[in-house]
């Protein structure tokens, strides 16, 4: 019997919690019941753990995350109060939507898509799954459409929904979403799905059962082995909060002189220089010295597993929050925005401490707490341990997935 072809489509120019994701489902998918396909943007597809996946890669610039360019002249006329003033009439305002929503098609949607749509037909693909949000998986909405084969989102960023995507809704033949606050919000906006499923990210636990090299990690910092270490995990952007956490370790150095901050990620695309911003603020608050970036890095269990606390307080609202349940797999008490899917995952008193974003003094509150008091931040890194065998494993995910797939596949 021929194996049903998936092809996996995700153009992120940085491997961010979204590729991250997908790597684990597509090295744990089951390959005896399933030939896996997968469409990646360039800068991704040069990893070494995708070449490590062994399936077959195809690489597309589809400019995500960069916007489309206007001419000055009508940049000036978007700008304008009248515009403004237009864009939000009931009536008047819908030709200026859908004029902006066939520009974006025009100029970039339907480039990616013909290219989506020519993989599907040379490859034979079987079932298209987008790994993001639905603005982001139009163009391959749109293929899959074309091509009349079934498609899959999994909706990985709270976004808004224009007129165009409240009509792809009904072509997708089943929505995956990460949490319970995702799905909220996009059924918010009035959208209805044929299929729906919460699957929660997961991750391969076998991967944290290394023995924790701490005299390695802090040797490569230039640390001594027993100073207190306090993670962030993502990627470099502004919502993620690195500079409140920077501020927050301000007064954690004043109580701990010798404790020290981790950021591990790279920069994304459409905030370029933001490092440099970050490591000017640290210089300028006095603990430059204390604040280490590490830039991407393949080894993100061996960091975990050396730090003593992992912190994530994005200042904005995050769907998911794959960095905590790779913190707690390391055994690590977490701080966490009190936000968006955080709660969900992070057991406020029982795993970590969920404080208020953008709020300095409260975060620096709280990791003062967690290093004052290795007893209980341990009993907190062991319950963090349990919670994600429970309820985050990749096995559980990758279950779920394929029932969905055999489902819509018939």
């Known amino acids: 019997m021929t194996k049903p072809r998936i092809l996996y489509v995700d153009f992120a120019p940085s491997a961010g919690g979204s590729v991250r994701s997908l790597m684990q489902i597509l090295d744990s998918l089951p390959h005896?019941?399933?030939?896996?396909?997968?469409?990646?943007?360039?800068?991704?597809?040069?990893?070494?753990?995708?070449?490590?996946?062994?399936?077959?890669?195809?690489?597309?610039?589809?400019?995500?995350?960069?916007?489309?360019?206007?001419?000055?002249?009508?940049?000036?006329?978007?700008?304008?109060?009248?515009?403004?003033?237009?864009?939000?009439?009931?009536?008047?305002?819908?030709?200026?939507?859908w004029g902006s929503i066939t520009r974006r098609i025009w100029l970039r949607s339907r480039h990616t898509a013909a290219f989506i749509a020519s993989v599907i037909n040379d490859n034979a693909i079987d079932l298209i799954h987008m790994n993001d949000a639905i603005p982001l998986a139009e163009p391959g909405i749109l293929a899959a459409r074309w091509c009349k084969k079934p498609s899959l989102v999994t909706v990985r960023s709270f976004v808004p929904l224009d007129h165009l995507h409240h009509r792809l809704c009904g072509w997708i033949d089943a929505v995956v979403f990460t949490s319970k606050p995702s799905r909220e919000e996009q059924l918010a906006q009035g959208v209805q799905f044929r299929r729906e499923?919460?699957?929660?990210?997961?991750?391969?636990?076998?991967?944290?059962?290394?023995?924790?090299?701490?005299?390695g990690v802090r040797a490569e910092l230039g640390?001594?082995?027993?100073?207190?270490?306090?993670?962030?995990?993502?990627?470099?952007?502004?919502?993620?909060?690195?500079?409140?956490?920077?501020?927050?370790?301000?007064?954690?150095?004043?109580?701990?002189?010798?404790?020290?901050?981790?950021?591990?990620?790279?920069?994304?695309?459409?905030?370029?220089?933001?490092?440099?911003?970050?490591?000017?603020?640290?210089?300028?608050?006095?603990?430059?010295?204390?604040?280490?970036?590490?830039?991407?890095?393949?080894?993100?269990?061996?960091?975990?597993?050396?730090?003593?606390?992992?912190?994530?307080?994005?200042?904005?609202?995050?769907?998911?929050?794959?960095?905590?349940?790779?913190?707690?797999?390391?055994?690590?008490?977490?701080?966490?925005?009190?936000?968006?899917?955080?709660?969900?995952?992070?057991?406020?008193?029982?795993?970590?401490?969920?404080?208020?974003?953008?709020?300095?003094?409260?975060?620096?509150?709280?990791?003062?707490?967690?290093?004052?008091?290795?007893?209980?931040a341990r009993a907190m890194g062991n319950a963090g341990r349990c919670r994600v065998a429970e309820r985050y494993s990749i096995e559980h995910q990758v279950d779920q997935l394929c029932d969905l797939y055999d489902e819509i596949l018939g």
Request: glycine share 8%.
């Open 32 to 97: 005896d019941r399933y030939e896996p396909y997968a469409l990646l943007s360039p800068s991704v597809s040069e990893l070494p753990e995708i070449a490590a996946l062994d399936i077959p890669i195809m690489v597309y610039d589809a400019g995500q995350g960069m916007a489309i360019p206007f001419r000055s002249g009508t940049q000036q006329v978007r700008s304008s109060q009248s515009a403004s003033w237009l864009r939000d009439q009931r009536w008047l305002g819908t030709p200026w939507r």
């Open 197 to 215: 499923r919460i699957i929660p990210n997961a991750i391969d636990l076998r991967q944290f059962e290394l023995v924790a090299d701490r005299a």
């Open 223 to 376: 640390l001594a082995e027993d100073v207190p270490l306090v993670t962030v995990v993502g990627r470099i952007m502004q919502r993620k909060g690195l500079d409140i956490f920077i501020r927050a370790m301000v007064d954690v150095v004043a109580r701990h002189a010798d404790a020290h901050g981790l950021i591990v990620g790279d920069v994304e695309i459409t905030d370029v220089g933001l490092d440099s911003e970050l490591r000017r603020l640290a210089e300028d608050l006095g603990i430059c010295d204390h604040i280490h970036f590490c830039g991407y890095r393949s080894d993100v269990p061996r960091l975990l597993l050396a730090s003593d606390l992992l912190c994530f307080v994005p200042t904005e609202a995050e769907p998911f929050g794959r960095t905590l349940i790779e913190g707690m797999a390391a055994g690590l008490p977490a701080v966490g925005a009190n936000s968006g899917a955080i709660p969900d995952i992070l057991a406020d008193g029982e795993t970590g401490l969920l404080v208020p974003p953008a709020d300095p003094y409260t975060q620096a509150v709280a990791i003062d707490t967690l290093l004052a008091d290795p007893e209980r």
